[in-house]
Structures are given as C-alpha cells and as structure tokens.
C-alpha cells in the first residue's frame, strides 16, 4: 500500500508540473484557435440567417486580476475586456471589436492586450478585426436587414460562481426597491432593441449550454488538470491537518498548492469544516479549530484556465480513526460505492440509481453494526434513494463548478463531466460525511478523474502520517502567533 501511494503521489506532482509550465490565461495557448472557431461554427449553423453579439466582461474594479466571461471566453478565446463579438450565420464568419490600443495601460499593468491588427486576427483566428467603435454602424446594418440577434440572456459567470448565482443576485436587486438596477446583459438588450428595432432578440445561452454539456478531448484534459491540482491540495490538507489548527489554515495549505500549479483562483469557497460542522453542506465560516476526535470534511478546487473540479474528501483530526469513526466512515464509504460502482455509459440515472439501491441493500444486510444510530442513518440514506423522483446523480463540472445542463437529458453520454456527492448525516449528533469525485463518461463506462486521492482509511492514515506543509514554513514570534489568533 505505501508503494502505490507512493506512485500516486510522484505521478500527480510530475503531471502537475508539467502543466505548471504552461501560460495561464491567455486563450489562444490554452486551446488552438481552432479549436474555438469550431464552436463559433456550431453556432453559425444553429442559428441560420441570423447573428448572435456576445460582450465580454468589464475591467474588475482596482487591482483585481482579470477574468473573462465563460460564454464570451467559450466562443472567442479572447480575455480582454469591453471586446464585442459578432458571429455571423450567413457569411460564415465572425467580427471581435476591439478597444484601441492604450500604450500607458500596457506600461501600467505589463499586460499587452489585443487592438485591431493583423496579429489579432491570427491570434484569434477570428475573421475580421475592428475598433469597438465600427459596432454602432455593424447594427445599423444588422437591424436595416431585419436579422434575427441572439445574444445571452443570462448574467455573465466569472469565476467562484455558477449560472445560478449571478442570475438569483439580479433578480434581487432588480427587485429592490432601493435598488431596480437591471444585469448588465439585460441593459445591453434594450440597446440591442433600440439599434435594431424590428430585429427579434432570442436568447442564446441556451445553444452554448447545449455544446458545453459534452466535453471536447481538450475539454476533458484540462478539467483533468484541475482535477490534479484539486486532488494534491487535499491530499496536502490531509498531510498538514492536526488538532488545534483552525479550519482556515487547512484552506492555508491547499491555496498554496492552487497558486503553485498555476490556478486563478479558487472554483468556489473552501468548504472545510470540523466535527458538527460536517453537517452542513456548504459551510465555509472557517474558523472552529479542529479537535482530537473531529472528523474533517474538505470540498474544495481551483479555477484552472476556465476549468474547474469538485473533490471532497473526510478524514479524522488526528489522523488515525477512531473504532466508531471507522464504523460511520466505512458504512458512509461502501454505500457511496456502491453508488459509483453502478454509472455506465447511455444509462438512465434513474436506472442507475435502482441497480445502486440493490447493492446498497446487500452493503446494509451484511454490515456489523455497533451504534443503531449509524444503521438508522444508513438505512434512511438508502430510502432516499429508492423513493428518489429525480433522474439526476449530481451536478455537472466544466467551466463552472455546477456546470450548465443543456436540454434535460435521459442518459448519460461519452464527454460528459459530472460529481456525485450524497451525504451521511447523523442528525442527533449534527454529523455528515459526504464524499465526492470528478466522473467522466466514456464510452466504456465512467473514469474516476479523482481516484488517486485517498478515500480508503488506510490510505488516510499513511497520507496523514507525513509531515505537512506547517512544519516547513517559518513561525511567528510566539507574541505576533497569540494575537493573531485572537
């Protein structure tokens, strides 16, 4: 066992050093620009004689790093802001409007960005090139014709964020009374209605949520990526963890791991939590400290090159378990894979889900129990599942943590990328463990991206046996230490 955690250790940190070396955010390194005009192409198809006009992001208010939109970004591979993209279904060919250039905000930020030129066409591979000035006369044109526009309905996704999230955030404060602003994607509609007034406006996002569901080759290797550097990060959490740290020194360790292997960011806030904090699916306070006999749940992954993962991994405090720990844990673990063991290729969740109860059943008939209180729970957890209406196993990963589904599908496909991630709570003892891994459909069956992250105890606990990130980094004045914590 030592040996192949061992080899899972030294192949994740080759594979991620080599992805390391590669630029971050500029598109048209991380995928060939075919790559984009194929999806620009798909588009023109679907939409016929009509145009769809997509705007990218804003500059982010004072020293914030810059992130593209997903939709902009899937269709364009161009990060700079304030661009414009007009794809054309009936010349076969795409225009970016540009900003001028700005030679003191490139002397400023050390950033060059793209400006009308030849270079930016071949960068680019987009077609035609003009200053972001040329738009107003390309909608005269546009409306003069009568062409239908689809542009994206749906506020923009930056990063640390699903399509829910902004679109719920709007529908706030367009409801405020003290507010009413609208999106920004709405405002752009009705300059979209007024330059083109007998244009009809569709919304567009539902044609790129469609191609987004299913995963190209590069598609899936950068998510794989992010998946690596997810995995590691854990994995460090695991080794550092020890009693009296505060949760948010556990998120210490793998921000450190996301940054040297060349993420963005984070996907979402580190969901890490100790003893009853377990409970709760998304808590992200992060300041309990972990205690001798806590068990310690962490969700958490990097925003890599517009991709991102979902892992989740529980282990104990002092990194050996319990006996009652190892009861609760081992049941919480059988059962979820009993779940996973179930996923195949062009089958319905919902039939899934019946062959998984079936083995769940068997899990639950030949455990020995000690605590009526864990075999309770597991037997609740499986009645979810078999009186269970939806026809779903979890939520789709891509360019958002809880990626867009598309049209509502029966089966699952070769391409799609997807996490399950069922909790077992124990509701008097305010306790959950739930598990999660980064799933690929293939043609085969599924491939666990995130398997070579421990999830068996021994693994955990000669993972957790290593030393960890805290004992290299240097310390604090005892004095600075004290305060700080207080």
Same mark, same amino acid.
């Given at each position: 066992?030592? =040996?192949?955690?061992?080899?899972?250790?030294?192949?994740?940190?080759?594979?991620?050093?080599?992805?390391?070396?590669?630029?971050?955010? =500029?598109?048209?390194?991380?995928?060939?620009?075919?790559? #984009?005009?194929?999806?620009?192409?798909?588009? +023109?198809?679907?939409?016929?004689?009509?145009?769809? %006009?997509?705007? *990218?992001?804003?500059?982010? @208010?004072?020293?914030?790093?810059?992130?593209?939109? =997903?939709?902009?970004?899937?269709?364009?591979?161009?990060?700079? @802001?304030?661009?414009?993209?007009?794809?054309?279904?009936?010349?076969?060919?795409?225009?970016?409007?540009?900003?001028?250039?700005?030679?003191?905000?490139?002397?400023?930020?050390?950033? @060059?960005?793209?400006?009308?030129?030849?270079?930016?066409?071949?960068?680019?591979?987009?077609?035609?090139?003009?200053?972001?000035?040329?738009? *107003?006369?390309?909608?005269?044109?546009?409306?003069? /014709?009568?062409?239908?526009?689809?542009?994206?309905?749906?506020?923009?996704?930056?990063?640390?964020?699903?399509?829910?999230?902004?679109?719920?955030?709007?529908?706030?404060?367009?409801?405020?009374?003290?507010?009413?602003?609208?999106?920004?994607?709405?405002?752009?509609?009705?300059?979209?209605?007024?330059?083109?007034?007998?244009?009809?406006?569709?919304?567009?996002? @539902?044609?790129?949520?469609? $191609?987004?569901?299913?995963?190209?080759?590069?598609?899936?290797?950068?998510?794989?990526?992010?998946?690596?550097?997810?995995?590691?990060?854990?994995?460090?959490? +695991?080794?550092?963890?020890?009693?009296?740290?505060?949760?948010? /020194?556990?998120?210490?360790?793998?921000?450190? %791991?996301?940054?040297?292997?060349?993420?963005?960011?984070?996907?979402? #806030?580190?969901?890490?939590?100790?003893?009853?904090?377990?409970?709760?699916?998304?808590?992200?306070?992060?300041?309990?400290?972990?205690?001798?006999?806590?068990?310690?749940?962490?969700?958490?992954?990097?925003?890599?090159?517009?991709?991102?993962?979902?892992?989740?991994? !529980?282990?104990?405090?002092?990194?050996?378990?319990?006996?009652?720990?190892?009861?609760?844990?081992?049941?919480?673990?059988?059962?979820?894979?009993?779940?996973?063991?179930?996923?195949?290729?062009?089958?319905?969740?919902?039939?899934?889900?019946?062959?998984?109860? *079936?083995?769940?059943?068997?899990?639950?008939?030949? #455990?020995?129990?000690?605590?009526?209180?864990? /075999?309770?729970?597991?037997?609740?957890?499986?009645?979810? #599942?078999?009186?269970?209406?939806?026809?779903?196993?979890?939520? +789709?990963?891509? $360019?958002?943590?809880?990626?867009?589904?598309?049209?509502?599908?029966?089966?699952?496909?070769?391409?799609?990328?997807?996490?399950? /991630?069922?909790?077992?709570?124990?509701?008097?003892?305010?306790?959950? !463990?739930?598990?999660?891994?980064?799933?690929?459909?293939?043609?085969?069956?599924?491939? =666990?991206?995130?398997?070579?992250?421990?999830?068996?105890?021994?693994?955990?606990?000669?993972?957790? *046996?290593?030393?960890?990130?805290?004992?290299? %980094?240097?310390?604090?004045?005892?004095?600075?230490?004290?305060?700080?914590?207080?």
């Amino acid at each position: 066992m030592k =040996n192949k955690l061992r080899l899972v250790i030294s192949g994740i940190i080759t594979l991620c050093t080599l992805s390391a070396a590669q630029p971050v955010f =500029n598109g048209g390194e991380i995928f060939p620009p075919e790559e #984009f005009a194929a999806r620009r192409a798909r588009i +023109m198809a679907l939409i016929g004689d009509g145009v769809a %006009i997509l705007q *990218a992001t804003t500059e982010r @208010p004072g020293e914030q790093a810059m992130r593209q939109n =997903n939709q902009f970004f899937y269709l364009s591979g161009v990060a700079d @802001p304030w661009s414009i993209l007009v794809i054309d279904g009936r010349s076969k060919q795409s225009t970016l409007l540009l900003e001028p250039r700005n030679e003191r905000r490139e002397f400023r930020n050390g950033i @060059p960005r793209l400006y009308p030129s030849s270079e930016a066409a071949k960068a680019t591979g987009i077609e035609a090139i003009l200053d972001r000035a040329e738009f *107003a006369p390309l909608m005269e044109e546009i409306g003069a /014709e009568r062409r239908t526009i689809h542009t994206p309905f749906r506020p923009e996704v930056l990063g640390e964020a699903s399509a829910s999230d902004p679109l719920k955030l709007w529908k706030m404060i367009k409801a405020d009374p003290w507010d009413g602003r609208v999106s920004r994607e709405e405002a752009f509609i009705a300059k979209l209605k007024a330059a083109a007034p007998r244009s009809e406006i569709k919304d567009l996002d @539902p044609l790129i949520d469609e $191609m987004r569901v299913i995963k190209s080759p590069r598609e899936i290797e950068l998510i794989r990526e992010a998946t690596w550097i997810s995995g590691l990060a854990i994995m460090e959490v +695991m080794r550092d963890a020890q009693p009296g740290q505060f949760e948010y /020194e556990l998120q210490a360790a793998a921000d450190y %791991i996301f940054k040297k292997y060349g993420a963005y960011g984070p996907s979402y #806030f580190a969901l890490i939590a100790t003893g009853r904090n377990t409970y709760y699916t998304h808590y992200h306070k992060n300041t309990a400290v972990l205690q001798e006999d806590d068990l310690v749940q962490i969700d958490y992954a990097p925003d890599y090159k517009y991709y991102q993962s979902d892992i989740t991994r !529980v282990f104990p405090a002092d990194g050996k378990f319990s006996p009652w720990q190892r009861e609760y844990y081992t049941i919480s673990l059988k059962l979820y894979q009993a779940l996973l063991t179930s996923i195949k290729a062009h089958a319905a969740p919902r039939d899934i889900i019946k062959v998984a109860v *079936a083995k769940m059943d068997k899990v639950l008939a030949s #455990f020995r129990f000690t605590d009526p209180k864990i /075999e309770e729970a597991a037997a609740a957890y499986i009645e979810r #599942f078999r009186t269970s209406k939806r026809n779903s196993l979890g939520h +789709m990963v891509g $360019m958002a943590v809880h990626d867009v589904r598309g049209k509502p599908r029966e089966i699952l496909e070769p391409g799609m990328v997807f996490t399950i /991630e069922p909790a077992l709570r124990l509701e008097d003892e305010h306790l959950g !463990v739930r598990l999660e891994d980064i799933l690929l459909v293939t043609e085969d069956g599924i491939e =666990n991206l995130s398997e070579f992250v421990p999830i068996e105890i021994d693994d955990i606990e000669e993972l957790m *046996a290593q030393p960890g990130v805290s004992d290299a %980094i240097l310390k604090l004045p005892e004095e600075a230490a004290r305060l700080l914590q207080h």
